[in-house]
């Protein structure tokens, strides 16, 4: 049975059973009590005209005495009636209107109205587990990527926050919690428009179990986690995680490619984020002594990464036997003049601001400005609603784990060859990844650029598979927007991969041949990859960016075509 019918039966048993016998009585009453009609004849009233007079009587519509005049002992029940079912009729509503109020009823119908949008759900979605400020950045930038989801978490005030969005679309919402196997069955897990799951929790054991549950349940869907300790990191790699995403890990990477070459990592904070947002500025750290601030999780990933760029490094933390810090640890949190002058502030280079508290965070940098303008500071953001106040310290280079965590699972959502395109970028020169940069630049101005995968196969491009088999189609000519004219569309190719042999080309010219099931990777406006995949589906579209003929094609067109052939 449905909750919400068996939560108001349940609650409505006493109301409903009073309102009836009210009614069963004020109607037996009336026909039991023998009344005049207009000839002065004895009539008795039957059980229709009882119960139709009780009806309206008992809702105060009042329409009169039918069908004959009341007898004073008529009249006398009708006024023990009239109190007996408004008194009924209060009861219940009293009780209706604490039912609606009732958490658990409306728990049911938030349920069941979610069960109703999943299974009326007909395009491909991902299920995102916990709308905190990273699930929220996944949201909102699957929605501009033509994307869809599906939340879960258990804070009923984020569920709120998700319905009042400003979303395009209305994203479904199921207060609950998302480690309980049937809770992401709820979710659509096995629904075959199902894209994979992405489980963003703050709590790693969730995200585990999350995993565990999703891979168990349905293994051929990836799944993508979050996590924040190297063990549970290798737990869930373990069992088939697809993809886990430290952002400790990955930040303190990216500091080490800003180190070793400030446009490589120039590039990988362009593609790698959210599309649309201002282009990140350039930064070029330097390469003398830096003081850490926090050796927790986040600190041990960039001190990792320093060290990797051989860089020297000052630890500064206030349990320095606790986290495990080496010998010449400095006690303190970084906060204090004192404390830094020991760390040698004077000659240090860069400073990293990486507590877990952002009001520490801050009081750091400031202190470290007075003592040392000339430094480069880094500073970590643990939570958004302090963005105003890490923009106003003017940083150069901010480390906020939900975007970083919202890139890096876009990345491997709705661009599966880019994580291939960066690490293969990683091996190329700095004239080359400075040439990438220009490209892109001049093609998206200075926004971040859409990224987006298109496989030349029958289901995405069958107008250009029939066109190859009679004649080649080079890169250059699919990137025509307009033929006559000769213009290009807003977008480059960074990388494509040759489904024979698996060979990968990083920026292929335009002069390369295009094949059977080729994957590429483009860069660029929106607007030019919704043309470019109508031209790839299009025999029409694609003959007259090739040969510049506008032949119309409809069913009209196509029989005068054919009169004409005809010999007279």
């Known amino acids: 049975m449905n909750k919400v019918l068996f939560l108001f039966l349940r609650r409505m048993r006493a109301p409903l059973l009073a309102l009836t016998a009210a009614y069963a009585i004020s109607v037996l009453g009336l026909v039991l009590i023998p009344g005049v009609d207009d000839q002065g004849e004895p009539w008795r009233m039957d059980f229709f005209h009882a119960f139709y007079f009780v009806t309206y009587m008992a809702t105060t519509i009042g329409f009169g005495e039918i069908p004959h005049a009341f007898t004073e002992a008529q009249r006398m029940w009708t006024v023990v009636a009239v109190y007996l079912s408004v008194v ?122 999350i995993a565990i549950a999703a891979k168990l349940l349905n293994p051929e869907r990836p799944v993508i986690c979050r996590a924040e300790s190297h063990d549970t990191e290798k737990n869930m790699a373990s069992f088939g995680t697809d993809q886990v995403i430290n952002p400790f890990d990955i930040f303190g990477q990216r500091l080490a490619l800003a180190l070793h070459s400030p446009a490589h990592h120039l590039l990988h904070e362009w593609l790698g984020s959210i599309p649309g947002s201002p282009l990140p500025m350039p930064i070029d750290p330097p390469c003398g002594r830096w003081i850490l601030c926090g050796f927790g999780r986040f600190g041990k990933a960039v001190h990792a990464g320093l060290i990797q760029e051989g860089v020297e490094v000052t630890l ?8 495990d810090c080496p010998p010449d640890c400095i006690k303190g949190r970084g906060t204090e003049a004192d404390t830094l002058h020991e760390a040698g502030i004077e000659s240090a280079s860069g400073i990293v601001a990486g507590t877990g508290r952002d009001d520490y965070n801050l009081s750091i940098v400031m202190t470290a400005r007075e003592l040392n303008p000339e430094l480069f500071m ?26 970083v965590i919202a890139e890096a699972i876009l990345a491997h959502l709705t661009s599966p060859l880019l994580p291939r395109f960066l690490e293969l970028s990683r091996n190329q020169t700095t004239d080359w990844a400075n040439e990438q940069v220009s490209s ?37 000519q ?67 960016l090739l040969t510049g003929e506008d032949t119309p094609e409809g069913w009209i067109c196509r029989a005068l075509r054919a009169a004409r052939r005809q010999p007279a």
């Open 88 to 209: 009924a009729w209060l009861y219940a509503i009293g009780k209706i209107l604490a039912l609606i109020q009732d958490p658990a009823f409306r728990l049911a119908v938030s349920q069941h109205a979610f069960d109703r949008t999943i299974r009326k759900l007909q395009r491909p979605f991902h299920i995102v587990c916990g709308y905190g400020d990273t699930g929220a950045l996944v949201v909102r930038s699957l929605l501009g990527r033509n994307g869809f989801a599906v939340v879960i978490d258990q804070n009923p005030d984020r569920i709120n926050e998700l319905v009042l969005e400003d979303y395009p679309l209305q994203i479904p919402g199921l207060c609950a919690d998302a480690s309980i196997a049937n809770r992401l069955l709820d979710a659509g897990l096995l629904n075959p428009h199902c894209q994979g799951v992405v489980a963003l929790t703050s709590d790693d054991a969730v995200n585990l179990r």
């Open 440 to 476: 892109i630049t001049a093609v998206v101005g200075d926004r971040v650029p859409a990224i987006w995968n298109e496989q030349l196969d029958e289901g995405t491009a069958p107008a250009l598979l029939a066109h190859l088999e009679q004649e080649p189609v080079t890169l250059g």
């Open 478 to 544: 699919l990137l025509r927007a307009d033929h006559p004219v000769r213009q290009r569309h807003a977008c480059i190719v960074l990388l494509l991969r040759r489904e024979a042999g698996g060979e990968d080309i990083l920026a292929p010219d335009d002069n390369t041949p295009l094949q059977p099931g080729d994957h590429l990777l483009f860069c660029g406006r929106f607007a030019s990859a919704l043309t470019i995949s109508h031209t790839l589906r299009d025999p029409h579209a694609l003959r007259y």
């Open 316 to 323: 500064v933390e206030t349990d320095p036997e606790g986290a």
């Open 378 to 403: 880094v500073g970590r953001q643990n939570r958004e609603c302090d963005s105003l106040l890490f923009a106003a310290a003017d940083l150069p280079l901010v480390m906020r784990h939900d975007r």
